[in-house]
T-cell receptor
Framework: DAGVIQSPRHEVTEMGQEVTLRCKPI?????LFWYRQTMMRGLELLIY????????DSGMPEDRFSAKMPNASFSTLKIQPSEPRDSAVYFC???????????FGPGTRLTVL | DAKTTQPPSMDCAEGRAANLPCNHS???????VYWYRQIHSQGPQYIIH???NNETNEMASLIITEDRKSSTLILPHATLRDTAVYYC????????????FGQGTTLQVKP
């Protein structure tokens, strides 16, 4: 298996633009997680899905952020409009079950100018 | 989930054992101790987890004290590739998918 796949790996955009990050989890994994990592706040969970259904989105910072999982093999994290403070590395992870180890993707480094 | 305390940084000589401590004095009886690490610019990687017995896998050993208030992750023969930030996390598996990452310990393996 190729592991968790994220795209793009790097994204540079201007303030106010819409940004869409993509994730393909490991095949057969029922859980998908979106994390954000910054120097100030460290690694924090934004939202996670079970069988394509959002379970906990309490970490989503505000309404500008939205996440979807239209099928078992694809998820998106959208920021609209983007702001400079959204600059961070965004990781996607998946696991077979909620108690199992989480496998992380390589991350998307987002820079909002 | 219980809070954990780790030293911010540690050094280890290449080829020697690296012993990374973690305090979790408020751990509950059903909470597991998990260890992940993050090598620079990569996503976190699962290492090992345990409840109360010591655990060993191909990557590391986990030693949990009898009162479960602290644990130690042991990398038996550290290599330069083990240089990373190591996170100790306490959670109840099955309760929630959340992994709450603290600041971790930055391990520098030196030649």
């Amino acid at each position: 298996d190729a592991g968790v796949i994220q795209s793009p790996r790097h994204e540079v955009t201007e303030m106010g633009q819409e940004v869409t990050l993509r994730c393909k989890p490991i095949s057969g994994h029922d859980y998908l997680f979106w994390y954000r990592q910054t120097m100030m706040r460290g690694l924090e969970l934004l939202i996670y899905f079970n069988n394509n259904v959002p379970i906990d989105d309490s970490g989503m910072p505000e309404d500008r952020f939205s996440a979807k999982m239209p099928n078992a093999s694809f998820s998106t994290l959208k920021i609209q409009p983007s702001e400079p403070r959204d600059s961070a590395v965004y990781f996607c992870a998946s696991s077979l079950r909620v108690a199992n180890e989480q496998f992380f993707g390589p991350g998307t480094r987002l820079t909002v100018l | 989930d219980a809070k954990t305390t780790q030293p911010p940084s540690m050094d280890c000589a290449e080829g020697r054992a690296a012993n990374l401590p973690c305090n979790h004095s408020t751990i509950s009886g059903n909470e597991y101790v998990y260890w992940y690490r993050q090598i620079h610019s990569q996503g976190p990687q699962y290492i090992i987890h345990g409840l109360k017995n010591n655990e060993t896998n191909e990557m590391a050993s986990l030693i949990i004290t009898e009162d479960r208030k602290s644990s130690t992750l042991i990398l038996p023969h550290a290599t330069l590739r083990d240089t990373a930030v190591y996170y100790c996390i306490v959670r109840v598996p099955g309760n929630t998918g959340k992994l709450i990452f603290g600041q971790g310990t930055t391990l520098q393996v030196k030649p």
